[in-house]
Structures are given as structure tokens and as C-alpha cells.
């Protein structure tokens, strides 16, 4: 997506991108930061930061420490705000390309990236700018959704969609993990790199209450198209009775697959 639609997306989204998707987030933040190592005088930089879950999840552990996040997103970083104003960890919040944040280089202990690496059309820039920002020995973790729409209920959706001619969207849900990798190992930049790469899987089951629930999540994650909104409205009205998506009971249900890439921040050619 091109940075004009991210921020488009995620402004129209405002607070239900959080309260749509609640525990999903909350534990993909919470296994990030376990893969930073956070020490208590740390600074952290979130870039993506949406509305600072993953720094929320971090400030136990910077007990004398920062947190600066970056996003293009004016109505995220307005509910970032918001979460901190009382609390002791003060992140500073910044509207500004993730990619491209101005930032000095080695400014930071660690670099995180939660749900969405891939959103940007590079999201090797958003790596190489991770490298970049944090010092040696640190880390750089990220969380990358890897099912596509959300299991089988999702891709009953994507099946609807391509029957019907509705381009995908075109956030790349199926992150295949060995690009994660590759991505690392490419993000060499001014004589750092990323080493000691690990990729991991959580799969959990997440479920809504009802199909609007779950169809508002998919909205304000920007995974619906938004010019299509007649054949969409036409396809909701047939997801809602497919039994393969909705539960007896009404509610949706979904095995979600997370991937979680860690790695360290060394020095050198990476192929020496």
C-alpha cells in the first residue's frame, strides 16, 4: 500500500482498530516484546506504533528507560497519546514514514515491529530502517500475520472475492516466513546487519461475537477493498448463512497463525 492509503486506512479506523481485534494484538505485542530483551534503561522505537499496544506491553520493563513511536497515522498516534498521558513511561510519538523516520542511527536498544511489515509496498525499508536505528547487540523483532484472512472463514471470504472479481486486497496477508527471512538478511545498512535470525509460529483461536464483529475487524485492518462496496455488501449477505464462516451459535471463529521474526543487530558483511 502506498503510505497515503496506510494513513488513509488507519485514520478511518480510529479506536476500533484495537477494540476489533483485542487479544490478537495484546498477545502478538506481548510475544514481541518478550523477543527484545529489554533491560530497565533501554529505549525502544516502535515503528508502525498504531495506538501503542506494543509499547504499553514494553513499559513494565523500562523502568528508566524511553519508548519513541512512529506511524503515519494522525488518529493512531492521537490514541497513543491518550494512553500515556498518565502514565510514568512517556514515549515520545512521531508522524512520520516508519521507513524514514529522521531518526539518528544507532539511537536505540531495540526496534520493534508489530503487525505490519506488511503493509508497505518495501517492507525491506522498514527492516533496513529497524538496522539502522539500533545499536549494536540489540534487537529487532516483528510480528507478521501469517493465515490469510484469519482461517477458513477468511478464505471463504478471499474464494467470494476472486469468484466475483474483487481484486485482494492489497496488504500481502500470507507473509511466507522464508521472505521474513530473506527480507533480514538483506537489511544491511551503513556497516550493520541483522544476524541470528529466528523465525517462530503461535497459532491461537480467536473468536467474534457475531459476523459484524468480525467483519468490522477485517475493515478496520484495512483488509477489505474500499471502491467495492456493493459487491461487498453482496457478499456479506451470503458469508452471514455460510456455515463454514458463522457458527450455530452465531459467532465467527478463527485459528490465526502469527509469525514472530527476531534477530540481533551485529556488524559487518553478513556473508563473511
Known amino acids: 500500500m502506498r503510505n497515503e492509503d496506510i494513513a488513509e486506512a488507519f485514520n478511518r479506523s480510529g479506536a476500533s482498530y484495537e477494540s476489533s481485534a483485542r487479544d490478537l494484538i495484546n498477545l502478538a505485542a506481548s510475544e514481541l516484546v518478550q523477543r527484545l530483551n529489554l533491560e530497565p ?9 498504531g495506538p501503542g499496544s506494543v509499547i504499553a506491553h514494553a513499559a513494565p520493563a523500562l523502568t528508566r528507560g524511553s519508548a519513541i513511536g512512529v506511524d503515519l497515522s494522525r488518529v493512531q498516534l492521537e490514541q497513543a497519546r491518550e494512553r500515556f498521558r498518565r502514565s510514568a513511561l512517556q514515549p515520545r510519538f512521531i ?17 520493534s515491529l508489530g503487525l505490519v511489515l506488511p503493509y508497505p509496498d518495501r517492507p525491506l525499508r522498514l527492516l533496513k530502517e529497524a538496522t ?27 474464494g467470494q472475492m476472486e469468484r466475483r472479481g474483487v481484486a485482494r486486497p492489497e496488504i500481502e496477508l500470507q507473509f511466507d516466513p522464508r521472505e521474513a527471512v530473506r527480507l533480514a538478511l538483506l537489511s544491511e545498512i ?28 477485517l475493515d478496520a485492518f484495512g483488509f477489505l477493498p474500499t471502491d467495492r462496496e456493493r459487491l461487498l ?8 448463512e455460510d456455515e463454514r464462516v458463522v457458527d450455530p451459535d452465531g459467532q465467527v471463529r478463527c485459528a490465526v497463525k502469527i509469525w514472530l521474526l527476531s534477530a540481533t543487530v551485529c556488524e559487518g558483511d553478513p556473508w563473511l
Open 41 to 49: 534503561n533501554d529505549t525502544l522505537v516502535d515503528l508502525g506504533c
Open 95 to 111: 508522524q512520520e514514514d516508519a521507513a524514514a523516520t529522521g531518526l539518528r542511527s544507532r539511537s536505540a536498544d531495540a526496534a
Open 132 to 158: 539502522r536505528l539500533v545499536r549494536l547487540g540489540g534487537r529487532v523483532a516483528a510480528t507478521v500475520i501469517g493465515s490469510p484472512f484469519f482461517g477458513s472463514a477468511g478464505m471463504t471470504l478471499l
Open 190 to 217: 551503513e556497516d550493520l546487519r541483522l544476524d541470528e535470525v529466528a523465525i517462530e509460529e503461535i497459532e491461537r483461536e480467536f473468536w467474534w461475537e457475531d459476523f459484524a464483529d468480525w467483519w468490522a475487524m
Open 233 to 240: 455488501e453482496a457478499i456479506a449477505r451470503e458469508l452471514k
